[in-house]
């Protein structure tokens, strides 16, 4: 599960910069960022390791 959700934060943040260097997207690229950042965050919160 943990691999699961760093991966999904690495896709989402993966798409969130070719979002910007493309120019498309408005607001659903700050959303992929808030994702992210949620997924990371509840990883840290929940204490398990990422390995």
Do not use: K
Not at 18 to 45: E, R
């Amino acid at each position: 599960m943990v691999n699961l959700i760093w991966t999904g934060v690495v896709v989402l943040f993966i798409l969130w910069v070719l979002g910007f260097s493309m120019n498309v997207g408005g607001g659903l690229i700050h959303l992929l960022i808030v994702l992210a950042v949620i997924g990371i965050a509840y990883n840290l919160l929940t204490g398990r390791s990422a390995i």
